[in-house]
């Protein structure tokens, strides 16, 4: 029968869909109403690591291309968003003490008479904002093109990855003056006049975080229900087909590194906003390989996996730093070789094996019930 | 950056900072050799290579708690049995990590590089629990202490000769082992064709334990040495491992020269431009450069020529 196939494809759209409305529900409006600000804020922060957990489904799930140096453009984005944060914060009339007002406080502690030039374009939301996506996206397009076109994949491209993210640390740290240090870019305020350190905000914040989130998932299901997707995955289970069929192999894994990186930016900048600082111990090798297990628990090859993922291994993160600290490291350490060696597809995964087909079951008993000759309703429209 | 120093002068900096960046050059041959061998021959990311050298510099430190408190008269000696504790406790950990985990995961080693990272975690923490969170350090025996003047101004502290010293014989013994005795032929034969060496006999499973155990005891090993330098702290491991696997992959992660050439480079690289550069300046140049060199050149600077 044709009709078999056609149901499950549209069966499998609708799940994705049904899944994002239940994910926006449950962000939008069950979280803000059971949580109180304190902990929707923490949520908040959560969810801007699920941006670089979605950025790793597109390129570690569907393209098999492991980074170890999403913290890099996570961080690089909240810096640009902290360094125009930092630059309204320090007006020449809010650091009339300093001896050199009109600059950030580091710096004059660092002894700088004048702004760096690469802080002066900063002074503009615009330019901060485009800057945000475009200088991690571009900095991923000259990694991805120098490694990609040379056939470097697999482990080397995640060990380099990491010493990126190693280089990106020590240099943050060790250029005081021009970064804040080891600290970070501290003591924001206001965004345009709007104090981002009230509770209101807060909230705003989440909300335009939660949107920002939801959009991104759409654009990553469009993505992967693309040709592009369905070429990143064949990519990834043969690389050697694709490019005997004519498809140039490195471009593509230079995009899809590009749009994680992008993402992974994005939600750099919803931190800084939200968080209200930012500092390298976002942006090294541990943060790095504790994003990828944000994604590898939630599922590597499912989008709405990695955002469920990163929500309760950082909420495990908190109760568990709280109560036991010493415990975390173990539950952490364990987490790693239990998702590699136990369920490698994680959440999604246990979900697809053990609750997707009872769901099914029940769903198909209740549409097996009319008389025959009566028309069939799919079984999602039930669902819906 | 060379002004204000006379030419003897930069002679004499030169030939100390050289000799520092020899230290350096000792302690990563040493981790880097390890590393070589599971990396380079076996295929396997192993993230917690730097956690199993830290298991070396605690049972070393152990050793030397131990012997001065209980035979005092043996001190002087303490050493050398620490050294080879070490090796077999970090080899055995090494073994018993091969068969609980590594071998089912030989064929996704980006999976291994996650799964070993956890390792790491659980050893840190373990250390943390057990010796504490400050960096302990041992006492170092008379002769091991003080330094040869070589001129007025060039002065070499004996431990970093001690290190260097043995960080050649370990090279020597390792050579001897991988190309020069038949276990070290059938561990080759395994690596270069694993079906073909099962056919021929050869047991494979043991071989990669046994591999896997030899590069995870010289890890031990360097931990022994790396006493002898620095102090050790629970995640001091860490802070090695990202170096380490750069100076493999630069080397050319199938070839042992390559190996003992890149961390030579390296080294040498770091310690020289620390002295006129500031610390993290000079180190986030030579990561830099050998990251470039690596885009440039992905195999590494020794490629073995190895038909597959």
Not at chain 1, 24 to 52: E, H, S
Not at chain 1, 169 to 182: A, C, K, M, R
Not at chain 1, 198 to 220: R, S
Not at chain 2, 198 to 219: H, M, P, Q, S, W
Request: proline letters at 3%; hydrophobic letters at 55%.
């Amino acid at each position: 029968m044709t009709r078999t196939p056609q149901t499950s494809f549209l069966g499998r759209i609708d799940g994705d869909i049904a899944g994002i409305l239940l994910l926006a529900a449950l962000l939008i409006v069950i979280l803000p109403l059971g949580l109180d600000i304190f902990r929707l804020n923490m949520v908040g922060k959560y969810l801007t690591y699920a941006f670089v957990a979605l950025g790793l489904v597109l390129c570690w799930g569907s393209a098999g291309i492991l980074s170890l140096g999403q913290g890099i453009f996570f961080g690089i984005g909240g810096y640009c968003m902290a360094m125009f944060l930092k630059l309204e914060a320090s007006s020449p009339e809010a650091t009339k003490i300093q001896s050199t007002p009109g600059i950030p406080d580091f710096m004059d502690w660092n002894q700088l008479k004048e702004l760096p030039w690469f802080w002066e374009p900063f002074h503009s939301l615009t330019f901060a904002t485009v800057a945000v996506v475009a200088v991690p996206a571009l900095l991923a397009f000259i990694v991805g093109l120098a490694m990609f076109k040379r056939r470097v994949g697999g482990v080397y491209f995640a060990i380099i990855t990491q010493a990126f993210a190693a280089i990106l640390t020590i240099l943050i740290v060790g250029q005081q003056g021009y970064t804040g240090g080891i600290n970070g870019i501290t003591d924001l305020r206001t965004l345009k006049g709007w104090d981002i350190r009230t509770d209101e905000a807060k909230l705003v914040l989440y909300f335009v975080n939660a949107a920002l989130l939801i959009g991104c998932i759409l654009l990553c299901l469009y993505v992967r229900r693309s040709k592009l997707g369905r070429i990143l995955v064949a990519l990834r289970d043969k690389e050697d087909r694709v490019r005997f069929s004519g498809y140039d192999v490195a471009s593509f894994k230079i995009f899809v590194f590009c749009f994680a990186a992008a993402l992974s930016a994005v939600g750099g900048a919803m931190f800084t906003l939200q968080v209200g600082f930012m500092s390298p111990s976002f942006v090294g090798i541990v943060p790095s390989i504790e994003m990828v297990i944000y994604c590898a628990v939630g599922g590597r090859l499912s989008l709405l996996g990695a955002v469920y993922g990163t929500l309760l291994v950082n909420w495990a993160k908190t109760m568990l730093s709280e109560s036991f600290p010493e415990l975390w490291l173990f539950a952490m350490g364990a987490l790693f070789i239990g998702v590699v060696m136990v369920f490698p597809n994680g959440l999604a995964g246990l979900y697809q094996q053990f609750i997707a087909p009872k769901l099914r079951r029940l769903t198909t008993r209740r549409t097996d019930a009319p008389v025959a000759g009566a028309p069939i309703i799919p079984p999602h429209t039930a669902a819906d | 950056m060379f002004e204000g120093y006379s030419l003897a002068e930069l002679g004499s900096i030169f030939a100390m900072q050289g000799f520092a960046g020899l230290i350096l050059f000792s302690v990563f041959v040493l981790m880097a050799l390890g590393l070589a061998i599971i990396f380079g021959q076996m295929g396997v990311i192993n993230m917690a290579h730097g956690e199993f050298m830290i298991l070396g510099a605690y049972v070393t430190y152990l050793c030397s708690t131990f012997i001065s408190n209980y035979a005092p008269a043996l001190f002087p000696a303490y050493f050398f049995v620490a050294m080879i504790l070490a090796f077999f406790a970090s080899g055995a950990l090494g073994m018993l990590v091969e068969w609980g985990m590594i071998r089912f995961l030989y064929r996704r080693p980006l999976d291994t590089l996650l799964a070993t990272w956890g390792l790491s975690l659980i050893l840190q923490q373990i250390f943390r629990s057990v010796f504490g969170a400050r960096e302990v350090g041992v006492v170092l025996p008379d002769w091991l202490m003080g330094s040869v003047a070589v001129t007025d101004t060039i002065e070499v502290p004996i431990n970093g000769l001690f290190v260097m010293g043995l960080t050649i014989a370990i090279t020597v013994v390792i050579y001897a082992v991988m190309f020069r005795s038949r276990w070290g032929q059938g561990v080759r034969a395994v690596m270069q064709n694993r079906v073909m060496a099962g056919a021929v006999g050869i047991n494979t499973e043991k071989v990669d334990r046994y591999t896997f155990g030899l590069g995870c005891g010289i890890a031990g090993v360097a931990g022994s040495a790396f006493t002898m330098v620095g102090s050790t702290g629970p995640t001091s491991g860490q802070l090695y491992i990202v170096d380490t696997f750069l100076v493999v992959v630069f080397g050319g992660a199938q070839s042992l020269i390559g190996t003992i050439a890149s961390a030579f480079t390296i080294s040498q690289a770091q310690s020289t431009m620390e002295f006129f550069l500031s610390g993290s300046t000079a180190k986030v140049l030579t990561l830099l450069t050998v990251v470039v060199i690596l885009m440039l050149r992905p195999q590494g600077l020794f490629v073995l020529k190895v038909r597959r």
